[in-house]
Structure formats: C-alpha cells, structure tokens
C-alpha cells in the first residue's frame, strides 16, 4: 500500500522492483528436512517472484548441485547432521562469494540469528513462516531496494488466482 502523494522516482523504483521480480530466478532449498523441504517449495511456488527451486538435503549435496549450476539464492536450514548450516554458509561464501544465503531454524535462540548473520546469512527466517516472510526475504537477498512510501505491503495472491478471481466480474 503506497502513501500519496507518490512522486515520480518512487514510482520508477516500485515499477523496476516489479520487474524484477517476474525475471525467473532459481532458488536452491537445503534442509535435511523433507517435510520441511516441501512446505518451503509449496511457499516459493506462491511467491511474489518468478522462481524455480530444486532441493537437497543436507549441506554436502548442496555443495556438489553448487558446483554444478548456478543459484540466484540459496534457502538453508541451520541444524542439520554433517555438515551443518553454518559450515555450509561458509564454504558456500568461499567458493562463490556474493551468493546470498537465508538461513532458517526453529530456533528461538537469538545467538543462532547472529551466528548465522555472522557467517554470511543475508537474512534469517524463523520456522515456521509464511509467504509474506519468505518474499521479505527474497527482496533482500536479490537487493531490491524498498520505497520510502511503502507501508505494511500485504503479499499479493499467486498470478493464477488472481487471474481465476478476476474471470468471475
């Protein structure tokens, strides 16, 4: 929901950002997890942004599918056996720095934010969340940057539902 009056370079901003959220963007899912793993892939679906997101579990898989193609950003959860979320944030920064990663636990530790953040996390979700949460997070690991008129956005509904809601007018 934007304030008015909005001048004309706050609408260039807000109309760029909704540009790029529709440029396809792949979303790679590390969590050892797979009931976890699903519910975050049914989350990205709905998102606001266009993405494709494949998923592993556990922190060595996700090295190796690294190596193999290129992500726009990278989901991963914190407490996993091997190696965990913060061994694999900073061997993920080693070898391809500027890959932003959002970490993810249940915990309710405020040291496991701050480790994360520490060792290279852009931002931090907190399980469970929710769809408004994720694509907070996604604009801030794909850097767009947020209007000074915007206030409490609420998420908009998948393109699809939209489009069904709209065919009953």
């Known amino acids: 929901i934007l304030q008015k009056p909005v001048d004309e370079t706050e609408m260039r901003l807000i109309v760029a950002n909704l540009r790029a959220m529709r440029v396809r ?17 049914r989350l990205l679906a709905r998102s606001q942004f266009a993405l494709g997101a494949d998923a592993v579990d556990g922190g060595e898989a996700a090295l190796d599918v690294l190596k193999k193609q290129p992500y726009d950003a990278v989901l991963l959860d914190y407490d996993m056996p091997g190696k965990d979320g913060l061994e694999t944030a ?23 934010e701050k480790a994360a953040r520490y060792f290279g996390a852009v931002h931090f979700l907190r399980k469970p969340f929710y769809e408004r949460e994720l694509d907070h997070a996604l604009h801030v690991a794909f850097d767009l940057a947020r209007t000074s008129q915007m206030v409490d ?8 539902e939209q489009t069904q809601n709209a065919v009953g007018w």
């Open 25 to 41: 963007r792949r979303v790679l899912v590390v969590d050892d997890s797979r009931a976890s793993r699903q519910i975050v892939a």
């Open 90 to 112: 900073c061997l993920m920064r080693e070898a391809m720095p500027g890959l932003p990663v959002i970490m993810m636990s249940a915990s309710r530790n405020p040291s496991v």
């Open 153 to 160: 956005p609420e998420p908009l509904p998948p393109l699809e």
